[in-house]
T-cell receptor
Framework: KNQVEQSPQSLIILEGKNCTLQ??????????LRWYKQDTGRGPVSLTI?????NTKSNGRYTATLDADTKQSSLHITASQLSDSASYIC??????????????FGTGTRLLVSP | ETGVTQTPRHLVMGMTNKKSLKCEQH?????MYWYKQSAKKPLELMFV???????ENNSVPSRFSPECPNSSHLFLHLHTLQPEDSALYLC?????????????FGEGSWLTVV
């Protein structure tokens, strides 16, 4: 069964500190992996998207890594800010650019950045 | 502003009411989606429209009825809902439905069924 597991479920860090969120998936065949940020009461916003051949991608203070062999991804947040408080959702696509892309969503990691 | 606008943002309805959620995208995309997000559960795909034709219905109960009059507008008609249907309903769009297309979400409509 295609699944995406995220850890931890929730995390509290102090402002200015770094943190790393984990994503493990069993989706096959693999097409791409995305990280979304969802503020409370808002819709998810795309942070990064990585294909099979990419093992790292950055978006400002956010850096995503992908190990397609072990089917693991991480999202590293550097020098956290209060505005980073949100849920971070890992999403894996099982389609290879043809037909309809089927997305498998994780349940998210809820991050709270404390002053 | 994501380019995908949903109204209303909040809706409270009784189980015998009929209401509709509206979504409009200003991105020139060809595909539109409805997702359901319940507490502590992954996003669930409900419907997909590509060039205003429904391409996916993810075994959604008939009390949810989608309508896509054109590629920019998507509706979700609601009738005789159950309390367990209370959730955040997210509309989304993408350039196409194939792999690699980034999906852009709206802000969501919070639905409470009483």
């Amino acid at each position: 069964k295609n699944q995406v597991e995220q850890s931890p479920q929730s995390l509290i860090i102090l402002e200015g500190k770094n943190c790393t969120l984990q994503c493990n998936y069993t989706v096959s065949p693999f097409s791409n992996l995305r990280w979304y940020k969802q503020d409370t009461g808002r819709g998810p916003v795309s942070l990064t998207i990585m294909t099979f051949s990419e093992n790292t991608k950055s978006n400002g203070r956010y850096t995503a890594t992908l190990d397609a062999d072990t089917k693991q991804s991480s999202l590293h947040i550097t020098a956290s800010q209060l505005s980073d408080s949100a849920s971070y959702i890992c999403v894996v696509s099982d389609n290879m650019n043809t037909g309809f892309q089927k997305l498998v969503f994780g349940t998210g990691t809820r991050l709270l950045v404390s002053p | 502003e994501t380019g995908v606008t949903q109204t209303p943002r909040h809706l409270v309805m009784g189980m015998t009411n009929k209401k509709s959620l509206k979504c409009e995208q200003h991105l020139g995309h060809n595909a539109m989606y409805w997702y359901k997000q319940s507490a502590k559960k992954p996003l669930e795909l409900m419907f997909v429209y590509n060039f205003k034709e429904q391409t996916e219905n993810n075994s959604v109960p008939s009390r949810f009825s989608p309508e896509c009059p054109n590629s920019s507008h998507l509706f979700l008609h609601l009738h005789t809902l159950q309390p367990e249907d209370s959730a955040l309903y997210l509309c989304a769009s993408s350039p196409g439905v194939g792999g690699g297309n980034t999906i852009y979400f709206g802000e969501g409509s919070w639905l409470t069924v009483v």
